[in-house]
């Protein structure tokens, strides 16, 4: 069975209206932290299914409602979602040591606002960060990814980048 991702980031109360485009053509959608309102949520959740961790930014109420840890597989793929995550070699305090218990096939995290993905060899995993979606922080680019997982393993990841809204 294939499943397709939308993995965003990092919306920090926006979120652009360009996203529903990208987000009606997959089976799920995954929200890394600093989410800033629920209306964020409200809204990915009537378009696709959604899995969702609480960032720094995130006051109680949204805490309260998501975990900071996600733990999960979908189409045979085990992934590790958080927030703050740090980037191989350099994981934030307490990551590594989750990594090597848990031994995720993906480990996703958003916080940076840089987009990054890239194959850790040492926890023998794919690490993804989408960026940041939304307009607040010091990134010029509006990202997100959108993957499959299949057998196993994701393929045919897509960067996708809004760029500026002409509207």
Request: some cysteine; glycine content about 8%.
């Given at each position: 069975?294939?499943k397709?991702?939308?993995?965003?980031?990092?919306?920090?109360?926006?979120?652009?209206?360009?996203?529903?485009?990208?987000?009606?053509?997959?089976?799920?959608?995954?929200?890394?932290?600093d989410?800033?309102?629920?209306?964020?949520?409200?809204?990915l959740?009537?378009?696709?299914?959604?899995?969702?961790?609480?960032?720094?930014?995130?006051n109680?109420?949204?805490?309260?409602?998501?975990?900071?840890?996600?733990?999960?597989?979908v189409?045979?793929?085990?992934?590790?979602?958080t927030?703050?995550g740090?980037?191989?070699?350099r994981?934030a305090?307490g990551?590594?040591?989750?990594?090597m218990?848990l031994?995720?096939?993906?480990?996703?995290?958003?916080?940076?606002?840089?987009?990054k993905?890239?194959?850790?060899?040492?926890?023998?995993?794919?690490?993804?960060?989408?960026?940041?979606?939304?307009?607040?922080?010091?990134?010029?680019?509006?990202?997100?990814?959108?993957?499959?997982l299949?057998?196993?393993?994701?393929?045919?990841?897509?960067?996708i980048e809004?760029g500026?809204?002409?509207?």
């Amino acid at each position: 069975m294939m499943k397709k991702i939308l993995l965003l980031s990092d919306t920090h109360s926006f979120l652009d209206s360009r996203v529903a485009n990208y987000a009606k053509d997959v089976d799920e959608i995954w929200h890394a932290g600093d989410i800033g309102s629920f209306e964020v949520t409200d809204a990915l959740e009537q378009i696709r299914p959604l899995r969702v961790v609480y960032g720094n930014i995130d006051n109680a109420a949204i805490r309260s409602q998501f975990k900071e840890y996600l733990f999960f597989t979908v189409a045979g793929v085990s992934v590790f979602m958080t927030h703050i995550g740090g980037k191989p070699p350099r994981y934030a305090k307490g990551i590594s040591e989750k990594l090597m218990r848990l031994k995720p096939d993906i480990f996703v995290c958003g916080h940076s606002h840089i987009l990054k993905v890239t194959f850790d060899k040492k926890h023998n995993l794919l690490f993804m960060n989408p960026g940041a979606v939304g307009k607040h922080g010091f990134h010029k680019k509006q990202t997100m990814l959108r993957f499959e997982l299949a057998n196993g393993k994701a393929q045919n990841l897509v960067v996708i980048e809004l760029g500026d809204e002409s509207s």
